[in-house]
Nanobody
Framework: QVQLEESGGGLVQAGGSLRLSCAAS????????MGWYRQAPGKQRELVAV???????NYADSVKGRFTISRDNAKNTVYLQMNSLKPEDTAVYYC?????????WGQGTQVTVSS
């Protein structure tokens, strides 16, 4: 019923930038939270950034000042602008949609930052 379609991952050099996009489709409540998590091999999935339908945001300390999350409520789309990328940002990035009920996850998109 609900699907999340991600795009924008890839390979960049340290100091470069990428922009991730995630479009949600289906029956989606107007009040919700969307965001991004990431997971490196052998590590726990961790919060990167989240944004509410009222545009309140929260960021992991490791990305503050470098990443910016935004959304288009009419399109149910969330974006993650990633600047000043570091090798430690390398991970699979997952889109999240949280509603009053189940959570929905995207399939993940690989971000690799080379030295």
């Amino acid at each position: 019923q609900v699907q999340l379609e991600e795009s924008g991952g890839g390979l960049v050099q340290a100091g470069g930038s990428l922009r991730l996009s995630c479009a949600a489709s289906g029956s989606i409540p107007s009040i919700n939270v969307m965001g991004w998590y990431r997971q490196a091999p052998g590590k726990q999935r961790e919060l990167v950034a989240v944004i509410t339908s009222g545009d309140s945001t929260n960021y992991a300390d490791s990305v503050k000042g470098r990443f910016t999350i935004s959304r288009d409520n009419a399109k149910n789309t969330v974006y993650l602008q990633m600047n000043s990328l570091k090798p430690e940002d390398t991970a699979v990035y997952y889109c999240l949609l949280k509603v009053f009920g189940p959570d929905y996850w995207g399939q993940g998109t690989q971000v690799t930052v080379s030295s």
